[in-house]
């Protein structure tokens, strides 16, 4: 969302510093006075009031005071970049921009490229790649400005090049195909001066690709001036005739123009002084008076005074070598024009004419007393501009140390803010250890509660089974001593029987045998039946055998009990 915000707002500064040379709108600042804007922008920025408005006031006052007043604006900007509250981050390459174009319009295009070459860096340090190839013509710009066509040629293909992916993007391609347009008639105006005329007519040519299915008219009129113009150049006056009268064509169907649009009419009247050129290279004086009177007209009706007073003088010097009553004329005019509107700012190229037109009528007086003026005012006007220049490099080196600084600072936070992630990432690293580990530990915890839960159980179990024992040893031994005591009885009393037997076998008569050795075998049956109990009871004990319990006589039990004491019974009678 972020880079999207920055995106959108790089896009709008440029678009509106690519038309920086159009001019203000009247009717808008009658509503807003640009010297209480301006004033009213170093209060906030006195205050530190950084609002909403705030922005949308410096964009109107630098604006304005790069058309008007470069030096005032640069003071202002530099009275912001002063300020560590505003930090100079969001807004950098917007403010690189104005100090461009400030330079820009005192003709300082050194600084006004070094800037924009500087913008270009923070576009690629943040991958706003959309808006640096809108740069690279601005480059190209000021490139063409210092006269050095083949670097301008470069940037102007860098650009044109970079936004061709863009190109299908609907949003922006309409103005896609506009800025190809001025990037591709750009071009041929750089080959133009390279007097490289067959491509510039064709990047010229190739422009229309763009401009003529967007029915761009401003657009296709210029270009056909820009045809017609390089025809002249070659020599070859039949198209560059064709191409002009296409470029005058395209002002009748602009029915309304609005500001933006009136520099662009300068251009008709290029256009007519470039015909009224080549009608008098073919002689045909028809025509050369036809399109003077339209062009003159032109021009006293839609400029201002400083445009006519240009334009006035661009046109008398077409009639310098041919007739040269109507350059006076034209120039004598221009001066009126420029006294009456107290404009004093073409006095020279004035002048200069003036000078010329004398120097062929052979009035050498006149002729040596304007070039004097003329000197005179270059001179004066060169002087105003390098004490201007003085000024405005002292608040640049200014400026330079604060940008400087301030790309200092913002490298120091960078660092800075990387240490911090370092620190944090350390520190993360470090609780998530020291969670494993408190994890591990309580896991280990209840591990070994597991254990001493089962080894407590063990031992509650260990001592029921050595209760059970003793219990068990217990009854063992009550069972043996009853089981001995039960053997005893009956293994006695067949003995005592056997020994009455043994002693007294003579007295005792058959009947009395058979009765004696009855009860010796009922005897010992029982005692081999207790033997045999006892037998079965160990086993079980054992748990080689597993009883199979089931309903018994008690009777049988009772009488069997009693067997086992019948001989002993017997014997006590």
């Not at 580990?437 to 089962?454: D, Q």
């Not at 076998?505 to 081999?528: C, G, P, Q, V």
């Not at 009990?561 to 002993?568: E, G």
Request: glycine share 2%.
């Amino acid at each position: 969302m972020k880079s999207s915000y920055y995106s959108n707002l790089y896009l709008f500064v440029i678009i509106f510093l690519l038309i920086s040379y159009i001019s203000i709108s009247e009717d808008y600042y009658k509503d807003h006075n640009i010297k209480e804007l301006a004033d009213k922008l170093e209060e906030k920025i006195q205050n530190n009031q950084f609002d909403s408005t705030f922005f949308d006031i410096a964009d109107i006052v630098f604006y304005y005071y790069i058309q008007s007043d470069p030096s005032k604006g640069l003071k202002i900007l530099q009275k912001l970049l002063s300020k560590p509250e505003y930090g100079y981050k969001d807004r950098k390459v917007v403010y690189l921009h104005y100090l461009s174009n400030f330079y820009k319009s005192i003709n300082r295009q050194d600084l006004a490229l070094k800037y924009l070459l500087e913008s270009i860096t923070l576009y690629e340090r943040n991958n706003i790649m959309y808006e640096k190839y809108l740069n690279y013509s601005e480059i190209g710009n000021l490139y063409y400005s210092l006269e050095l066509y083949e670097e301008a040629i470069n940037y102007y293909f860098k650009s044109y090049q970079g936004l061709i992916i863009y190109e299908t993007n609907k949003v922006r391609n309409e103005f896609i195909h506009h800025y190809f347009a001025v990037i591709l008639s750009n071009i041929g105006l750089c080959y133009q001066n390279l007097k490289d005329y067959k491509n510039a007519i064709y990047f010229y040519s190739k422009a229309f690709n763009y401009s003529l299915p967007n029915n761009n008219l401003i657009r296709n009129k210029l270009q056909y001036y820009y045809l017609g113009d390089c025809y002249a150049l070659m020599g070859n006056i039949d198209s560059s005739n064709y191409y002009l009268h296409k470029s005058l064509t395209y002002e009748y169907s602009i029915k309304e123009r609005k500001t933006a649009e009136i520099e662009y009419l300068k251009f008709h009247s290029f256009a007519y002084i470039r015909l009224i050129n080549n009608f008098i290279k073919l002689n045909i004086a028809d025509s050369v008076n036809y399109y003077y009177n339209i062009n003159y007209n032109y021009i006293k009706k839609h400029f201002s005074p400083y445009l006519q007073i240009k334009h006035l003088a661009l046109l008398s010097e077409v009639f310098l070598d041919n007739n040269i009553d109507k350059a006076l004329d034209l120039l004598n005019e221009a001066y009126k024009i420029s006294i009456e509107s107290n404009d004093s700012l073409q006095l020279d190229a004035i002048y200069k004419n003036l000078s010329k037109v004398y120097y062929n009528k052979n009035d050498f007086k006149k002729s040596y007393e304007y070039i004097n003026k003329y000197i005179e005012i270059s001179e004066s006007r060169n002087k105003n501009k390098y004490l201007n220049f003085f000024e405005i490099n002292k608040s640049a080196e200014s400026l330079n140390q604060q940008i400087n600084n301030l790309l200092i600072t913002e490298r120091l936070q960078k660092e800075y803010l990387h240490i911090n992630k370092i620190i944090i990432i350390i520190i993360s690293i470090t609780l998530l250890i020291a969670i494993i580990l408190l994890l591990l530990l309580i896991k280990k915890n209840k591990e070994i509660k597991k254990l001493n839960n089962a080894l407590s159980n063990k031992n509650e179990e260990l001592n029921f089974l050595n209760k059970s024992l003793e219990e068990s040893n217990n009854t063992k031994n009550l069972l043996f001593s009853i089981i001995a005591h039960n053997l005893k009885n009956a293994i006695g009393s067949s003995s005592n029987m056997i020994s009455l037997i043994s002693d007294h076998f003579d007295d005792f008569t058959n009947e009395e045998l058979k009765d004696i050795f009855k009860e010796l075998r009922i005897s010992y049956e029982s005692a081999d039946r207790l033997l045999q109990n006892l037998l079965i009871w160990s086993s079980i004990l054992r748990g080689k055998i597993t009883p199979n319990f089931e309903y018994a006589n008690p009777f049988y039990i009772v009488q069997n009990s009693i067997s086992l004491y019948n001989t002993k019974s017997s014997e006590k009678k």
